[in-house]
């Protein structure tokens, strides 16, 4: 069993920076693809960021390319979204996510076997 704890989120001016952590209690991240995934009242859960078991590789939403960046320390077992320029539209839940099947690629919010309990982050004007 893997225990992911989100940390990090708030409230963000606009054109601001927010960093999220997830902290994996239980294994490593090192068997595991982790993707970040948010969710806006009203809308479905929706991918933002993953990252290899190696951390070699990284994928992004089109939405967020450029602005946000993700990336593991496996010292501290912890999977990061550094979140840059942010806008009102980035407001949701982000939650962080663990696929023990998969080696590199990302998966969808339905192929996910571990989920964090979320993060409030609120961006105003």
């Known amino acids: 069993q893997l225990d992911l704890v989100e940390s990090g989120g708030g409230l963000a001016q606009a054109g601001g920076s927010l960093r999220l952590s997830c902290a994996a209690l239980?294994?490593?991240?090192?068997?595991?693809?982790m993707g970040w995934f948010r969710q806006a009242p009203g809308k479905e859960r929706e991918f933002v960021a993953g990252i290899s078991r190696s951390g070699g590789t990284t994928y992004y939403a089109d939405s967020v390319k450029c602005r946000f960046t993700v990336s593991k320390d496996k010292i501290v077992n912890t999977v990061y979204l550094q979140m840059n320029s942010l806008r009102i539209d980035d407001t949701a839940v982000y939650y962080c996510?663990?696929?023990?099947?998969?080696?590199?690629?990302?998966?969808?919010?339905?192929?996910?076997?571990?989920w964090g309990q979320g993060t409030q982050v609120t961006v105003y004007s």
């Open positions: 239980g294994g490593t991240l090192d068997g595991y693809v």
């Open positions: 996510a663990a696929d023990r099947n998969r080696v590199v690629s990302p998966f969808r919010a339905n192929e996910a076997d571990y």
